[in-house]
């Protein structure tokens, strides 16, 4: 389990609001965490000897007077528990490390956490693909404030279009959890919190500039006052960007720089109605307009970005045992490109009722959940298809001394292709104080997108892809310093690809269509821990994977998945001096391949990158921010022929007085 944020947690009582209890029992801390890949100045093999020093060290130095770093999760089980107490493998990111990125999205955020990857067609605006543990973007749940996001014509979330500015807090789970989620989480869960009020008025300004043009402002006020709460912001970034495609052989190769501006704002209001009830309502969007080189050549192609996310959540502590809780929710996503028509818009809305009820050592949850998608294309059978979700989910966890274990059962119905059952099963024992082992396995699902279904290249008799997914791991912790090591495999099968024609083929299209076809096995080990060094603060991951085609019938059967590296790992190191804040951190990764059949040339060499970043409190309630990225000039693809961001300089003011 990874922890970048926290405190000294007291013990948990009853509350109304999840989100609220697990955001005023952490305290955000300073980012600790990195990423590994390769390349000179640095190697991968040396970036993980570095980290796998301050894991050994973790375990060599000893524990200050402060209780371990211990915040309260949400995502793990969807009931708040301790991190130290959830089965399964997660992560946390406080605000202050939202703030300490200051730039750029949620993908690149998530690239410093363990099991994480990113590939993105040229800069901050191109399309971007997070891999977790080996699984591609379609098999990552996403919810914002418990509202699902996804695609119905690629299948996963919009990563290049969530902003960081309006995010208060971001939970990662890893592995198959579709027992309590549903259809997505194959590979595991991204959780994101906006934004809330706090006692008393807060106000938060901030600008800054950066070289390739870079522009930033933003701007927010939140507070308390009586039984209501608040929280408002806004904010922009644009910058004149770099050109996507460098090679002049290029068919879409452009020589003009490419460009991005992104705007955005949330809005999150609360209503304490009685001790013992709460109502919220958010409101979170965002916009963009991202240039990028395309054919034909020589035109100024634009991909418009539309963002919105919508919750109303009432809960209801009826009972110091029994609490309730129903939450409306509506995601929409539209994607355009300019001069190319090319049009999409996906909107998913959900309702929850989620009813926990606390007996002695076993907490139960219950769960009734309804989704609806609706995709408008222009490529879908008379422009726009439909489906609903429904799903009841049960849940146990149960605690007795050192022993914990945790059974879930889920059963989804889709109106399209039927019923589906997901189940997980979890077991962690306490060895001795402060070490701790578990494992869990559970199958998962992913519906076929309505594009790949009722598309002209879609087949209406698609089945859902399938994984199943075993872990195991062992977690120590000792005051500041902890360490887990985590191995899991997992199997998923029926994966939807486009095949071309070729010969006589069940395709409708001339062109090819979707088929269930393949077979993918994702299996490998994450380390990671962190510690202090005096007034150092060190963390760390490390990756090792195996993510391959195992499709027995298949060309490529034993070839890398596309664009997965075997290795990657994360070094972050900071400290404090005086009103100064001053940070380092190292992401790597090994080397890739672009395409399916691993061909030589379409291979993509590793890559090591260093990033600074700096915090100047140099009065009351100002700060001066500072951050370079990507230090030495490297020069790398994530993806093939898309060229990535070099050198980025930003330097910002913040001031953020509190009445």
Known sequence: MQVLAGKPVPELTSALNMSDLSRRLVRPSRPVCVSVHQAPPLSPRRVALACATVLIGAATVPARAAEALDPVIISATRVPQRISQAIADVSVFSREDLDRRATGNVADLLRSAAGFEISRNGGPGGITSCFVRGAESRFVAVLIDGVRVDSQSTGGAPWEALPLSQIDRIEVVRGGVGAI?????????????????????????????????????DARVSGRSGEFDYALGVAGERAGGFSAITNPANSSYSADDDGYQNRGGSARLGWQLSPTQRVEAGLTSAHSNSQYDGYPAGVDHHAFHNFSSADLNWS??????????????????????RPSAYDTRTRIRTATWLNTL???????????????????????????????QNALAVGDQWHHGALALQAHVRQDHDSEFGGHTTGLLGAAYELAPGWRVRASAGNSFRAPTLYQRFSEYGKAGLSAEQGFNVEAGLNWREGVNHAGLTVYRNRVRDLIVYESVTGTSPCASLYGCYNNVGVARLQGLTLEGGTELGAVRLSGSIDALSPRNADASSANNGKLLTRRARRHASLKADTDLGDWTLGAQVLASGTRYDNAANTATRRLAGYTVLNLDAQWRFARDWRLEARVDNLFDQAYESAQYYSVQQRQLYVGLRWSPRI
């Not at 609706?374 to 008379?382: K, P």
């Open 181 to 217: 989620y549903g259809s997505d989480a194959l590979g595991g869960v991204v959780q994101i919190f906006t934004r809330k009020g706090e006692p008393g008025l807060a106000f938060d300004f901030g600008a800054g500039l950066g070289n390739n043009g870079l522009r930033k402002l």
């Open 316 to 337: 209801a502590q009826w009972l110091p045992e029994w609490r309730s809780q129903v939450t409306l929710g509506q995601s929409v996503d539209q994607y355009k490109t």
């Open 358 to 388: 606390s007996l002695g050592e076993h907490t139960v949850s219950a769960t009734l959940e309804r989704r609806e998608d609706q995709l408008d294309n222009s490529g879908v059978l008379d422009g726009r298809a439909g489906r609903a």
